[in-house]
Nanobody, 116 residues
Framework: QVQLVESGGGLVQPGGSLRLSCAAS????????VSWYRQAPGKERELVAT????????NYADSVKGRFTISSDNAKNTVYLQMNSLKPEDTAVYYC?????????WGQGTQVTVSS
């Protein structure tokens, strides 16, 4: 059974940093593209960042370029989202998604709140 578990969310002041983790079990996650999405109250789910299955490239939404970094640790079967210079508009529930071929799996989400 494939399971993705996000962690690392919380309350942070504007300008602060958080690192989200997406730990996978039941699948070798490096074989798949992994993305982070976010959904703020009353808004549609938004793609934030993607790392390709070959881990050869990354892509970011314009709103987070230069502030967020997606990376992976193959030994830990985990993908991270380092978030710096956080803004109130980054407040949302953040989800990770692993996709490719037969797989399209989502985690349960972790809340990020940016507020003073």
């Amino acid at each position: 059974q494939v399971q993705l578990v996000e962690s690392g969310g919380g309350l942070v002041q504007p300008g602060g940093s958080l690192r989200l983790s997406c730990a996978a079990s039941g699948v070798i996650v490096r074989s798949f593209a992994v993305s982070w999405y976010r959904q703020a109250p009353g808004k549609e789910r938004e793609l934030v960042a993607t790392i390709t299955s070959a881990r050869s490239s990354t892509n970011y939404a314009d709103s987070v370029k230069g502030r967020f970094t997606i990376s992976s640790d193959n030994a830990k079967n985990t993908v991270y989202l380092q978030m710096n210079s956080l803004k109130p508009e980054d407040t949302a529930v953040y989800y990770c998604n692993a996709r490719g071929g037969w797989l399209d799996s989502w985690g349960q989400g972790t809340q990020v709140t940016v507020s003073s």
